[in-house]
Structures are given as structure tokens and as C-alpha cells.
């Protein structure tokens, strides 16, 4: 008979959830605090991504259809104006434009912003300038022809400002990748910190069943057996954890669309567009396991027989 | 079967539990080992089954030297001996069925197995009706004859056992003492510790004796009456 077989029996897994189910039953207060740190953890780090899985998708909405704002001076003449749109109607690229009068431009901000509306109302003279607003074919944008007729449109008299939305649309991207990178970095520590409270809830159910896992030794259980239940138990409570976060953000997220979105359309409607696609949701899933794994890996591998 | 070589094994520099021990036990043997307490028996067993090395000396078990054994090699091999300890060591928290049944998913046999064996074996010891109790609901001998059971389930080819008649009452110590005799005589080499002379002498078998870690005297077996046959636990084998 060899003294070596280490293909596992075949009723070992069901054993393996069995028994880290009981434990996880039995000592429920340690395994919520595990599961709160996870779920602690990786809400985090799907708030992170959901803000920004949103402006990502804005981002990807605007950059369809590039524009060209072109802010005139308060006190631009009608003659200036009228010049500015013949130059405008002349080039064929700022063609498509439309006039946004000082009126249509508080219109429209007290439309988006409905709480600050009072505040510029108390301001007493409107301070929003006109505007001709351009519609420009994003790959024409960024091509030098493009750059000197902007560059012969800022020259133009009557004209405060001339602003490119692929510019903060690349001040946007970066800003996505930010909020990314925080989150994963603050999900990662948290989440560092989850795996180390679930080593430790894994420790005191090892030492709370030091003497069962001696008998399982001398009787001839592998360390492999052992331990598979430790290991279960803390992959399941990283997914209960992972489980219970997504809940709670997918909760936020209709509140947050039911309640705040209507109001303030603008903001609130970009950051309660859409909810997190299923890979990043596998990814929270696999994100929380992992964590319980790693934890529950560090304690058990502290584990062994003690030489005599 | 069971060789200790010249086995010394000292826990620190005044306290020597076996000191040059040097026996042999063929396959197939009946032995007991007795002694005063505090003689090495315990400490013997322990080598035996591995829970600790030797500080000098050699113990083969089954061909296998323990001492040059991987880690990794010593769960199989420890399901080759069927030790019955002097504390039971049962699981408190798991049903008599559920302590017989974990040895066999340790051993891999599938779970539709495990009622039948499991049943076979308290059966050997009249324990079937204690089937769904807790280690802690039943008497000293009752736990005692469930640990003999467990020891003999996947019938080893080594039965150890220390003291396993201590808590039990004559009638019942002959009826664990004839268990022991039917696994032997099913193959299995049995080596039982305890300090009952009486029960030593009545069964005839061979006998090593320590006193203070040193083996003071060897008896051999006397000419035993005719063996009884048919299976352990009524599941053949």
C-alpha cells in the first residue's frame, strides 16, 4: 500500500462546505465581523468604480460628438456677434453652430442645477455670457488645420473664450483613472485589512478546534483535509462579504437614481446612469474570495503537527 | 511488524521515559504491554503511532523506518494503525455515528458505506443503540468501547491500544479482550497496553513488561485454544 495518495476522497468537498458552514454557524459573531470587513472593503472599492464606470460612460457619450463653445464678452456688440457667426458660417468646419443667447444660458443653468438657482438669482444681473455653440467632427478636431482657424477664432473681437470639449474630456479621463487607481488602492488596504481579520477569525476557530484537529491527525486525516474546511470558510465569507457589498451598492445606486437623479439632472444623472457590468461584478465576487483565501490561507499554513 | 532498536527517548536531561529499548513483534502476534505507571507504555505507543521521535534508536513500523518518514507520508501511514488512546479521544461535538463515520471519509468510501460500517462496528462492541448520541452523553466504558470501534472500522493492519479496559467491568473487559482477538485473527497485530495482571495472565498471550523505560521481562504466548473465525463487524473482508 503506498504511503502517499493525495488525490482527495471523493465526498471530501461536500465535507469541506459542510463543516465550514457549521463553523461559520457556530461562531457567528467572528464570521460577521469577517464578512463586514470584506463587505467594508469591497463596497469602497465598488463605489470607486461605479463613479467612475459612469463617467466613463459620459465620457464615451461626449466623445461622439465633439464641441466647440465659444464664449463671447458680456458686453459684445450685436455687430460683433453678427461678425463672429458670418466667420463661423465661412468655415466649414464651425458650420454647424448655434447661437446660446445670455437668457438661454441661465434658462438652461437653473435647469440643471435647481438648488443653486436662487443663489444667481440673488446676484441681481444675469452673469452668464452668450455663446455659439459648434458641433465639430471629432477626428477634424485635433488636426493643425483645425488648431490655426481656432487659434484666427480666439482673435476675433467680441470673444472672451474659446473652449474645447475634448479638453476636459482628457481632464475627465484622467480624473476617471484617479478615482480608479483610490479605489483600488483604498479597497486594496481595506481589503489587506479584511484578509488579516479573517486570518485571525480563522486562528481562533483553529484554536477553538485545536484538540478536534489533533484527533484528526492521529486518526490519519491529511493536512490537506485539515485544513480545506479553514480555507472554505474563508473564501465564503469573502463571497458573503463581496455578496452583501454589491447589495448594498446596487441598493445606493436605484435610491441614489430614484431619489437624487431627478432632481438635479446634470450630476446626479451622470453618476446614476448605469450600474456596474457583470465583469466588474465578477470581479468584486473573485476580489472578496481572494481576500478570504489569503486569509484564511495565513493561518492555516502557520498550522501543523508540533514535533515531539 | 512493530522493531524498536535500542530506543531511548528522553523529554529533557532528568526525565528518561524508555531507556535502550530493543524488541520485536511479528506480523500476526497478540502482545501486551504492562508495566506500573509511569513505566514508558504510553511513551512506547506514542513512538509507535508517531506523535514523537525517538532521541536515540530506531522504531519500524510495517517495514517503514519513522524516523527517516515525511511528513507528508504519516497520515497514511497512521491509517494503517488502529490506536485506541487512554483518553478516548472521541469528538465531543459529533455523534458516536458521526465519529465512526469521519474515519471512513478520511479513508475516502462513499458516504452510502459509512451507515453499514459504522453499524457493523458498534454492533462488535454492543453499542449499536448509542448510534445518535454525544461522546459526552455515555458512560466512561461506553466511550471506551466507541473509541475500540473506531480503532477497528477500517480494520488496520496494526491495532495499538492503551489501556482500553481500564473503565470497564470484567464481563466486559473479556468481551473488548475477545474483539481484539477476532481482528487478530482476522490479520491484524495487536499490541495493548494495560497493568491488569489478571487479564494478562488469563489470556495467555505474550507479555513485555517495563519498569522505569527499561524492558525487564519478556514472556512468551502459551499454547492458545482453538481461534474463532467469521468476520469482524459482519461486513466481511
Not at chain 1, 461605479?50 to 459684445?76: M, T
Not at chain 1, 481656432?150 to 475627465?172: H, N, P, S, T
Amino acid at each position: 500500500m503506498p504511503l502517499r495518495d493525495d488525490t482527495l476522497p471523493k465526498n471530501t468537498i461536500s465535507y469541506f462546505f459542510r463543516e465550514a458552514m457549521r463553523r461559520m454557524w457556530v461562531s457567528k459573531r467572528t464570521t460577521f465581523v469577517a464578512v463586514a470587513m470584506i463587505a467594508i472593503a469591497l463596497l469602497i472599492v465598488g463605489s470607486f468604480l461605479l463613479v467612475a464606470e459612469n463617467l466613463g460612460r459620459a465620457v464615451a457619450r461626449a466623445e461622439g460628438k465633439s464641441r466647440v463653445d465659444i464664449y463671447l464678452n458680456v458686453d459684445a456688440t450685436p455687430s460683433q456677434i453678427a461678425a463672429i457667426d458670418a466667420w463661423l458660417a465661412a468655415h466649414r468646419d464651425f458650420a454647424g453652430r448655434r447661437f446660446v443667447s445670455k437668457e438661454a444660458a441661465l434658462a438652461r443653468f437653473r435647469q440643471s442645477f435647481t438648488n443653486l438657482s436662487e443663489i444667481v438669482g440673488q446676484l441681481g444681473e444675469n452673469p452668464f455670457p452668450a455663446s455659439f455653440e459648434c458641433e465639430v467632427a471629432p477626428a477634424l478636431a485635433q488636426t493643425p488645420a483645425f488648431a490655426g482657424q481656432a487659434a484666427e477664432l480666439r482673435g476675433l473681437d467680441g470673444i472672451e473664450q474659446v473652449q474645447f470639449d475634448w479638453e476636459w474630456i482628457e481632464k475627465l479621463k484622467k480624473l476617471i483613472n484617479l478615482v480608479n487607481l483610490a479605489g483600488l488602492v483604498a479597497g486594496g488596504l481595506l481589503a489587506v485589512a479584511a484578509a488579516f481579520t479573517i486570518a485571525n477569525v480563522i486562528r481562533l476557530t483553529m484554536m477553538l478546534y485545536r484538540e478536534e484537529i489533533d484527533i484528526m491527525r492521529l486518526v490519519g486525516a491529511t493536512e490537506r483535509m485539515i485544513r480545506g474546511p479553514f480555507i472554505i470558510e474563508g473564501i465564503l465569507q469573502g463571497l458573503i462579504g463581496a455578496v452583501v457589498a454589491i447589495a448594498i451598492l446596487f441598493a445606493a445606486f436605484l435610491a441614489g437614481r430614484h431619489f437624487l437623479a431627478p432632481r438635479d439632472s446634470l450630476l446626479w444623472g451622470f453618476l446614476f446612469n448605469t450600474f456596474l457590468p457583470w465583469q466588474k461584478l465578477l470581479a468584486l465576487l473573485a476580489g472578496g474570495m481572494l481576500a478570504g483565501y489569503l486569509g484564511s490561507w495565513l493561518s492555516v499554513r502557520e498550522s501543523g503537527e508540533e514535533k515531539a | 511488524m512493530i522493531h524498536f532498536y535500542h530506543v531511548t527517548k528522553r523529554f529533557d536531561a532528568y526525565s528518561t521515559a524508555l531507556h535502550d529499548v530493543t524488541f520485536h513483534i511479528e506480523k500476526g502476534e497478540f502482545v501486551f504491554l504492562t508495566g506500573a505507571s509511569g513505566a514508558g507504555k504510553s511513551t512506547l505507543l506514542k513512538l509507535i503511532l508517531r506523535q514523537m521521535q525517538p532521541t536515540e534508536g530506531q522504531v519500524v513500523v510495517n517495514g517503514r523506518n519513522l524516523k527517516a518518514m515525511k511528513r507528508s507520508q504519516l497520515p497514511f501511514f497512521r491509517r494503517e494503525i488502529g490506536m485506541v488512546f487512554q483518553d478516548f479521544k472521541l469528538i465531543e461535538r459529533m455523534t458516536v455515528f458521526e465519529n465512526l463515520s469521519f474515519i471512513l471519509t478520511v479513508l475516502g468510501l462513499p458516504p452510502r458505506e459509512h451507515k453499514k460500517r459504522v453499524y457493523g462496528a458498534l454492533r462488535a462492541v454492543s453499542l449499536h443503540h448509542k448510534l445518535n448520541a454525544y461522546p459526552l452523553q455515555l458512560s466512561g466504558g461506553e466511550q471506551q468501547r466507541i473509541a475500540i470501534a473506531r480503532a477497528l472500522i477500517n480494520d488496520p493492519l496494526v491495532i495499538v491500544a492503551d489501556e482500553p479496559t481500564g473503565n470497564l467491568d470484567p464481563d466486559l473487559t473479556q468481551e473488548i479482550v475477545q474483539i481484539f482477538a477476532e481482528a487478530n485473527l482476522r490479520g491484524s497485530t495487536v499490541l495493548i497496553a494495560t497493568h491488569d495482571r489478571e487479564l494478562i495472565e488469563q489470556s495467555g498471550r505474550r507479555v513485555i513488561t517495563l519498569d522505569h523505560g527499561r524492558i525487564t521481562d519478556e514472556k512468551a504466548a502459551t499454547p492458545q485454544r482453538a481461534p474463532r473465525t467469521g468476520p469482524l463487524f459482519g461486513i466481511g473482508g
